[in-house]
Every structure is written in C-alpha cells, then in structure tokens.
C-alpha cells in the first residue's frame, strides 16, 4: 500500500538489475561459504578417519609380536637344489648324483655328528642328512688351515658335520637334503652360508629331521 | 561483458547443483567405506587383543630361542639315556632310562612344531642363551635366579650369569660323555645318574627362565610341567644314586 502511495519510488529497470545482481551475488557467497564448511567438515573427519587408521596399524604391528622370518621365504645366493631323491637303506656304496652327496640312498646307520679329521663315509653320512643335518666339506687341497678352523668354529654344536673332501670343483660346500652350496670360505661367504644354514638346517625340507645324529656310527678322525 | 558474465552465471546456476550433489554423494560413499574399515579393524583389533594367545612369538622372541636351545638340551638327554641302556643290565635305571629318552623326545617334537608353527628357523637367529639374558615380565635381567631360586629348584649352580653363547646349565661335556661311552654296568649307571641329575637341574633353570620371560600359554604349561617332572626325576636319581654308593 505504502508502495502504491509512492509510485515514484517504483525501482528502474537499472535498479531491479542492480538488486537481481546483488541477490545473484549473495546467493552465491552462500554456496561459497556453505562449500567451505562442507569442506572443512570433510578435511577434519578424514583427518580424525586417517589418524584413526594409523592409530590401529601401528596397534597391529606392535601387538603381532616380533618379526618373523619364514625359512621358507629365504633365498639362497647360489644354492642347487635336487627333488625326488630317493631315500633307502641300502648296503655297499651309492653312486650319487652331485658330489659332495646331498641325498639319495644310504646306509642303514647314521654318522654320529661332529667335526672330522678325515674324509667320512657318503652312505653314512647322507643318512644324517636325512635327519636334517648339514655337513661342511672342504678340499684340503684348496684351503687353509686357519680356513678349515674358521669352518669348524662355524659350524652348528648340534646337526652339523664337517670333514675333507677330495676332489671338490669348490674349496667348500655345505649340503642338507636335497641342496647345496659352494663356497670358497666362512669369512668371505658368512652372509650366504648363514642364510643357507638358517633355512635348511633341521628343515622339513628333509625327510626325518629332529631323528637322531648321535647313537650311530663314529667315523675316523672325529675330534668333536 | 555483461553479457558474458551472464552466460557464466547461468552455466553456474545450471551446473552448481550437479557438481554439489556428486561431491556430495562422494563424500557419502568415502565416508560409508571408512565407517565400514574403521569398525572392521575396531572389531578386529579388539578380538585380537582380547583373545588369549595374542602373539606369535618371533625368530628373536625368548620363546623361539628357549625351544631351540631346550631341544638340544633334550637331545643330550635322549643321547645319554639311550647310550647307559646299552651300558647296564639293572631293570630299574633302564626303565628309567627308556622313559626318559621318550618323554625327551617327545617333547623335543612338541618344541620343533611350535617354530613350525610360528613360522621361524629351526636354526638360531642368535647366540645360545641370548634369551635367558633378556628381562623378565616383571622387569628385571637374571635377578630371579640369582636371589636363590636355587633352594627351590635344587640348583647347586651359584653362578647365575649367563652370557650370550654361553653354555647351557647341565649340559654334559664331551668327556663326560666320553666317561659314560666306556663305562660299563654300575660305573655306567653312577655316571648317567650323576650327569643326569645335573642335566635336570640346568632344565629345570631353563624352564625357570621362560616362566619368568613368557605368556604364551602353551609354553608356560609346557615349561611348569618340565619343572614338575624333572624336579621329581632328580629325586628319584638322587636316591638311586645313593644306592649305588
């Protein structure tokens, strides 16, 4: 009514413009400022979401214990590995596959474990390797003294037997069931023998291991 | 100008709500996603912490380390008591003998699975003994052995410190185990029983410090059932020994 009393004070068309524009404007700082919070809102829970999720990983990694090293997962720079041995008792000699043996056949009774002075007998000796021992050999013609005492210091108490070996194509060897590894000496090889021996001593790679290695048969020359 | 700047202002008024509601559903969807994850690894987390056997012990643990090192301790144990078998006629130490070889080597199984189990070397990750050198649930390095749990466990070893790569309490030398190798029928069975009563003794420490160092369930009933047993063993031994002057 006020309005219709005062027509002058009609808007123009200049300033129904002017007003559409404004509104236009503040509309459009609305959606700004609405968008804004919007994202602050969506920063600050992906942010509390993100913190969350850390917070449980690392809960995770300290409550699952210390690290494990599977055997199985180890990698052996340069070992030879040998599947579908055979695993008899047999009398006499065995011709085996690989030298020094790193499976197959053998004599009924097992070597005792130890380190060894003179060269052992394959067929007993393999029959340790069934009960998941490892034996060292060397080529007394390609190493030192101090290189076989370093070995022997090496070596595991339990499981592990170490003597010459004539003829090798590499100063040392070490074998378990079904694998082998040349090396030239224990202070320039340590890294891969120890790998070698983390994974395949007393291994389910053999067939029997945990069985016995003392209780059979001593070879020539055992000094420990 | 004006004109362009109204062209832009309808494509924003076009536009706008589009690209709001798929921002918005975005932010739906990510928001459902981390719910789901968050509660999934809530539930999780709690389970875990809340079952009874939370940890799988690692290659480093005390756990892994006193089931290498007590495995070459029962070895010798089997080793022993099958070589006196071969060494004496007398029914009661070979009965002894024969029970004793199986039980160790029984359990010496029971110790090789769990590192299957755990998924570790069966080979040490460090020296022998490192294990019994880390502290204790209650915090401490060794003092349980030192404040005489000897008078308990029948320890006649006052010597408490045990060093990384350092002997196994109990574990008979190479002579000694020579002594036993030539030894024949009463000699045979004093030397076994000697040697056999200490190597029980050095056990029943071991088991001691893995009580004191684990939790893990299977362990603890494992090394308590150790203690109980071999602490009776030792007393049967002592007597027979005594018979035998």
């Known amino acids: ?224 | 100008m004006t004109a362009a700047g109204r062209d832009d202002g309808d494509v924003t008024d076009e536009a706008t709500p589009t690209r709001a509601s798929s921002g918005r559903r975005l932010r739906l969807v990510v928001a459902g996603v981390l719910t789901v994850a968050i509660v999934l690894l809530v539930g999780v987390a709690l389970g875990r912490l809340s079952s009874p056997n939370p940890v799988t012990p690692g290659t480093d643990s005390v756990e892994a380390g006193f089931s290498r090192d007590m495995q070459v301790h029962h070895e010798q144990a089997v080793q022993m008591a099958m070589m006196v078998r071969d060494r004496t006629d007398d029914p009661d130490v070979r009965s002894l003998a024969y029970d004793l070889a199986l039980t160790q080597s029984q359990q010496a199984g029971q110790m090789y699975a769990w590192l299957e189990l755990w998924r570790v070397p069966q080979a040490p990750s460090e020296p022998t003994m490192t294990w019994m050198t880390r502290p204790t649930l209650d915090g401490d390095y060794g003092s349980h052995h030192m404040t005489g749990d000897g008078g308990a466990g029948g320890s006649a070893t006052p010597v408490a410190t045990h060093e990384p790569g350092g002997r196994m309490p109990g574990l008979a030398t190479d002579e000694q185990l020579a002594s036993l190798d030539a030894a024949r029928g009463v000699e045979a069975e004093r030397i076994f029983l000697t040697l056999m009563i200490a190597h029980h003794e050095g056990g029943i420490e071991m088991a001691d410090a893995i009580l004191a160092r684990s939790e893990v369930p299977q362990v603890r009933a494992f090394a308590s059932g150790m203690v109980q047993t071999q602490q009776s063993e030792v007393e049967a031994m002592q007597a027979m020994l005594a018979e035998r002057g």
């Open chain 1, 1 to 224: 009514m006020a309005s219709s009393d005062k027509p002058t004070d009609k808007p123009t068309v200049k300033q129904q413009r002017d007003a559409r524009r404004q509104e236009k404007v503040a509309e459009l700082k609305r959606q700004q400022a609405r968008a804004k919070r919007n994202r602050t809102i969506g920063i600050v829970t992906a942010s509390v979401a993100g913190a969350a999720v850390v917070a449980l990983v690392v809960t995770f990694v300290v409550t699952s214990g210390q690290p494990r090293q599977d055997p199985q997962a180890i990698e052996v720079d340069g070992v030879k590995t040998y599947s579908d041995l055979t695993a008899n008792h047999v009398g006499g000699t065995v011709d085996y596959a690989m030298t020094p043996p790193a499976g197959g056949d053998h004599n009924q009774v097992w070597l005792n474990c130890g380190v060894y002075t003179e060269p052992v007998p394959n067929e007993n000796a393999v029959h340790d390797l069934e009960h998941g021992a490892v034996w060292f050999t060397y080529d007394p013609e390609q190493v030192s003294e101090s290189e076989i005492e370093a070995l022997r210091d090496f070596a595991p108490d339990t499981y592990a037997v170490v003597s010459p070996y004539e003829g090798l194509d590499s100063p040392m060897y070490v074998s378990a069931w079904g694998a082998q590894l040349p090396f030239s000496n224990v202070a320039d090889d340590e890294a891969t023998v120890s790998d070698f021996v983390t994974k395949y001593w007393k291994s389910t790679n053999a067939p029997e291991p945990g069985a016995p290695c003392t209780g059979g048969v001593d070879g020539t020359g055992k000094i420990a």
